[in-house]
């Protein structure tokens, strides 16, 4: 096993807290959290740890996330979800290319502005006839081609009609499968070779345990937040994602 060139307990005392801040947040809105922890991640660790450990707080986070308010979900864009990350799973395995990282940027950060110029009766809604299976498509291969998907799965909850608690409950189950399949297609299809570095269980374990707290804890933001108030945020914090990925994409490009 190779070494990850940073010390056990520094490495905990540096996830512990990142995961508890970002869960949280995630538990409020559903989304950036998991945006913001990859960043971190991928100062602390090389790549492809950041990948592995990334997918399974995302996972643990977002499936209690979906369990703690699993009355709300929307099941109705399951099965279209499915089908569409399935389609993008079997094409990512199949073709493997990976695409200029200024690139993937850029088109992420103009996604959540073309959406919100959209007019009203061609909005990216969630619920929209295809929409679900678009979606999963779209999160499966981003997750894989930029390591982060939230982007792209926020824009069709940002205009919709639902209540707070049913959207991030949907995007939690939503975000649990995504998670899941990432993970899968690093360690089964891509895979870690004899010299690559190896985290110690000790790291996902805490990882884990403090994804579940931080998004138990956030429960009662949520519950206290009005369906406008909600909305109004995420459109905030979508649009601010997506200047960042903006400017991040052009300083890829041009510098």
């Excluded at 512990?16 to 989304?31: D, Y």
């Excluded at 569409?84 to 850029?106: D, K, N, Q, R």
């Amino acid at each position: 096993m190779a070494s990850i060139g940073v010390s056990l307990g520094l490495l905990l005392g540096a996830v512990f807290p990142s995961v508890l801040a970002t869960s949280f947040l995630s538990g409020i809105f559903g989304m950036v959290g998991g945006l913001i922890l990859m960043g971190i991640l991928l100062v602390l660790l090389p790549v492809p740890l950041p990948m592995s450990l990334h997918a399974v707080t995302q996972m643990a986070s977002n499936g209690w996330r979906a369990f703690l308010w699993r009355q709300h979900i929307h099941w109705r864009v399951l099965p279209g979800y499915l089908a569409g990350s399935g389609a993008a799973f079997a094409l990512v395995a199949a073709i493997a290319i990976t695409p200029p990282t200024a690139a993937v940027y850029l088109a992420l950060g103009t996604l959540p502005f073309a959406a919100a110029a959209l007019p009203k009766r061609w909005a990216l809604d969630i619920e929209r006839r295809g929409a679900s299976t678009l979606v999963g498509f779209l999160v499966m291969g981003l997750s894989v081609f930029a390591c982060v998907s939230g982007p792209a799965l926020d824009i069709f909850f940002v205009r919709t009609q639902l209540d707070r608690r049913t959207i991030v409950a949907t995007k939690a189950l939503t975000q649990t499968i995504g998670h899941f399949l990432k993970f899968a297609y690093f360690t089964l299809v891509i895979g870690a070779g004899p010299d690559d570095p190896v985290l110690p269980l000790a790291v996902y374990a805490a990882a884990v345990a403090t994804a579940l707290l931080g998004t138990s804890s956030a429960r009662v933001v949520l519950e206290r937040l009005s369906n406008q108030s909600f909305l109004r945020w995420s459109q905030r914090l979508v649009l601010g994602v997506g200047a960042a990925y903006l400017g991040r994409g052009l300083w890829l490009a041009f510098a």
